[in-house]
């Protein structure tokens, strides 16, 4: 790089934000992640080069995103800012739990999308919130008596059609007949156990899912702390569950404090633009799920 010029890249580190000299008098902002590829969402890579070991691409304009990173990278990252999940992915825009959805939720700079699963009368895992299919969809009745071919005419996709974008991923447990041995049959089949996590309320589904995988990263949703913090982080760890997420309402100074002291992750959960995102980034969140990420991530970044 020419040192004479004065611009700089802003670049994302798994830790902090550094500055660099570059050979463009533009501040820009870009990805990286020990050589991982970073997708601009409005223009070309201009310009490539290497930094202690790690590839880095530059970018003509300010809008682009980490892609590609796995949750281990995102926790990391999170420790020092939160992370913005796009809850059902951008349903302030686009219909929940859609295709569309989701990519609108990734090009909006969401670095996760949330999704729910129950399994269809065919045995394949489907995404959809409710159990019944009346509020979302043309069709009527519960999921799990309605084929994949129907539901898919429906506009209901596949999770392998999500796994299938090679993004991180928050899959939430709902309903079904072994919807858990079915969920991580095809994030296995999608080599995807590196970038999805695992939600559920329901804590024997994630001992089954702990059982069947020692890898994949779970977390407990819980609508706010059941007894003390240090009890239910202890419980956590007893049942080799990873993180935590609890309502947005229900997270506390000190119980964001005590979850980063135990290195356990919080994820707040549906967390509105403005002042309570705020909130929760000065009480140490590791990642924010929202309805509205094009909105937080903005937030966030200013």
Same mark, same amino acid.
């Given at each position: ?18 500055? /660099? ?10 990805? /990286? ?30 809008? @682009? ?13 999170? &420790?020092?800012?939160?992370? @913005? ?11 929940e739990n859609t295709m569309g959805s989701f990519v609108e939720a990734y090009r909006a700079g969401a670095a996760m999308v949330e999704c729910d699963v129950h399994v269809s009368a065919d045995g394949d895992v489907v995404i959809l919130h409710d159990e019944m299919l009346d509020r979302t969809t ?15 005419? =429906? ?5 392998? !059609? ?15 007949? *072994?919807?858990?041995?079915?969920? /991580?049959?095809? /994030? ?49 760890? *007893? *049942?080799?569950?990873?993180?935590? =997420? ?7 100074? !000190? ?6 002291? =135990? ?5 707040? &959960? ?33």
């Amino acid at each position: 790089m020419r040192k004479q010029e004065e611009g700089f890249f802003y670049v994302y580190l798994t830790e902090r934000m550094k500055m /660099i000299p570059s050979d463009r008098q533009t501040k820009l902002r870009v990805g /990286i992640s020990n050589g991982n590829e970073v997708q601009s969402r409005r223009g070309l890579c201009k310009h490539s080069t290497s930094i202690r070991g790690a590839t880095i691409n530059l970018y003509g304009n300010t809008d @682009v995103r980490p892609t590609k990173m796995n949750i281990s990278q995102l926790v990391e990252l999170s &420790w020092s800012r939160p992370v @913005v999940i796009g809850h059902r992915g951008s349903p302030s825009t686009h219909a929940e739990n859609t295709m569309g959805s989701f990519v609108e939720a990734y090009r909006a700079g969401a670095a996760m999308v949330e999704c729910d699963v129950h399994v269809s009368a065919d045995g394949d895992v489907v995404i959809l919130h409710d159990e019944m299919l009346d509020r979302t969809t043309t069709l009527r009745g519960p999921v799990s008596d309605i084929s994949t071919r129907e539901l898919v005419s =429906a506009n209901v996709p596949l999770l392998s !059609d999500l796994l299938g974008l090679g993004e991180p991923v928050v899959v939430e447990f709902k309903g079904g007949q *072994d919807v858990v041995r079915l969920t /991580i049959r095809e /994030i296995q089949r999608h080599s995807a156990e590196g970038r999805t996590v695992l939600f559920g309320f329901h804590r024997p589904h994630l001992l089954e899912a702990r059982e069947l995988s020692e890898t994949q990263f779970l977390a407990l949703l819980l609508g706010g702390p059941e007894g003390d913090t240090n009890s239910l982080l202890r419980g956590l760890v *007893d *049942d080799r569950i990873d993180a935590l =997420a609890l309502h947005h309402s229900s997270i506390t100074a !000190d119980l964001a404090r005590e979850c980063r002291e =135990a290195k356990v992750p919080l994820f707040a &959960w549906t967390v509105p633009p403005g002042e309570e995102v705020t909130r929760l980034h000065e009480v140490g969140v590791n990642f924010i799920i929202t309805d509205h990420p094009q909105f937080v991530t903005r937030q966030l970044e200013d």
